[in-house]
């Protein structure tokens, strides 16, 4: 009842107000507070986005290829770093791996690894109910970037409380850029990419800030595609009971993480899709990176317990019954 709520706080002395006195959540108290620091930072960086592209002509060619790279760049951070090593331990990575997915991370400013970890295993365990930050049912807007722009709701708190994240308290790497996230993925996203066309190839630093800037929101903007389009367009080979979908618009600007039916389905495998190296720019880094000796014991599922889980379950299965 909405009487008896109180306050609760986090470990890191948060409230959690819309939780009632039982722990559980009280419909009453939620929706919604706006973070409106989020909605006016967001809104900004779009603005100057759209700047940025007005100006696109401005641009010297030094500056454009350093945005494409760090575009890149930052998306490994996010898919073979924090995706598939960190939240799905999908392969092992040698300590100089993990520093450079780790400053690749911090480029393209996500949350740190552990919270963003924390985040998409909840994701992954409660998908499209009130416990996924992200939670699809709840519309296009709101999975894409809205959820950005509000309080999580309650449960997503309560659920992810019991989500295991002692693997990622445990790791130096982790650990490092946790604790100095903020000053670090500034300098990773904006100021070092933006002082080297400055210093290299005489770009002016407005021009290198702005290319910085769009070159982060095209991350967000493909990142988010992966819980909106891919949760709502597209194919349902191995699952049709679930919303993720095989979406390819998105596994071409995302790096390889459309084929999101399949990385449902099967969470643990290093490729994220039944179709290796195609499309998927991500996998055919870890490869290298395997080739080289720093990725090893990648995880794939067998062609067997694929096929016979599309038979099951998938669209051409004969199945009935959709979950939603
Ligand atoms: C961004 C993230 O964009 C994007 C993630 C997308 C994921 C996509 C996945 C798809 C697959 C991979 C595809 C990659 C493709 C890449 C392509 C690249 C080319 N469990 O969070 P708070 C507790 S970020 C357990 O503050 P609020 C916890 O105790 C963009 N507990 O919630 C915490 O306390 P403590 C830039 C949880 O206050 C307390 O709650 N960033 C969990 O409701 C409060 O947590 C932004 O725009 C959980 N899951 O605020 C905004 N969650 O501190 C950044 C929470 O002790 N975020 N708790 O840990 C925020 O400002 C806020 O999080 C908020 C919610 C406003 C969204
Ligand atoms: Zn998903
Ligand atoms: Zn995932």
Redesign the pocket.
């Known amino acids: 009842m909405a009487g008896d709520s109180e306050v609760q706080q986090?470990?890191?002395?948060?409230d959690?107000c819309e939780l009632d006195a039982t722990g559980d959540v009280d419909p009453k108290l939620y929706p919604k507070?706006i973070?409106w620091?989020?909605v006016i930072?967001?809104s900004g960086l779009h603005v100057i986005s759209i700047y940025a592209i007005s100006r696109a002509a401005h641009f010297k060619a030094f500056t454009v290829t350093l945005g494409i790279i760090t575009?890149?760049l930052?998306?490994?951070g996010?898919?073979a770093g924090?995706?598939r090593l960190w939240?799905h331990r999908s392969y092992k990575a040698r300590l100089p791996l993990r520093i450079l997915l780790m400053i690749c991370n911090s480029m393209?400013?996500?949350?740190s690894i552990?919270?963003?970890s924390?985040?998409?295993?909840?994701?992954h365990k409660y998908s499209e109910t009130n416990a996924d930050?992200?939670n699809a049912t709840r519309g296009f807007f709101f999975s894409h970037?809205g959820?950005?722009?509000?309080?999580?709701?309650p449960e997503?708190?309560?659920?992810?409380?019991?989500?295991l994240?002692n693997d990622l308290l445990h790791d130096p790497v982790v650990a490092f850029q946790r604790r100095y996230y903020v000053p670090l993925a500034i300098a990773c996203c904006f100021v070092i990419p933006s002082l080297i066309p400055w210093y290299l190839a005489g770009e002016s630093l407005v021009n290198a800030y702005l290319v910085s800037a769009l070159r982060y929101c095209?991350?967000?903007h493909?990142?988010?595609?992966?819980?909106s389009l891919?949760h709502m367009y597209g194919n349902k080979p191995y699952d049709k009971r679930i919303h993720p979908s095989e979406n390819i618009l998105?596994a071409s600007?995302?790096?390889g993480?459309g084929f999101?039916n399949y990385?449902h389905t099967f969470p643990h495998d290093y490729a994220?899709s039944e179709y290796g190296m195609k499309l998927n720019l991500t996998t055919a880094f870890i490869d290298f990176m395997a080739l080289i000796g720093l990725a090893y014991d990648r995880r794939v599922i067998g062609k067997e317990a694929v096929n016979s889980r599309k038979k099951k379950t998938g669209e051409l299965s004969g199945l009935a019954d959709a979950r939603w």
């Open positions: 986090t470990e890191s002395g948060k959690v507070r973070i620091k989020n930072l967001l575009y890149l930052g998306g490994l996010v898919t924090v995706h939240t393209a400013l996500q949350n552990f919270d963003w924390r985040d998409h295993r909840t994701h930050p992200h970037m959820w950005l722009l509000v309080r999580k709701h997503v708190v309560r659920k992810g409380r019991g989500i994240v095209l991350t967000l493909a990142t988010w595609c992966v819980n891919a998105t600007i995302a790096l993480e999101h990385h994220t």
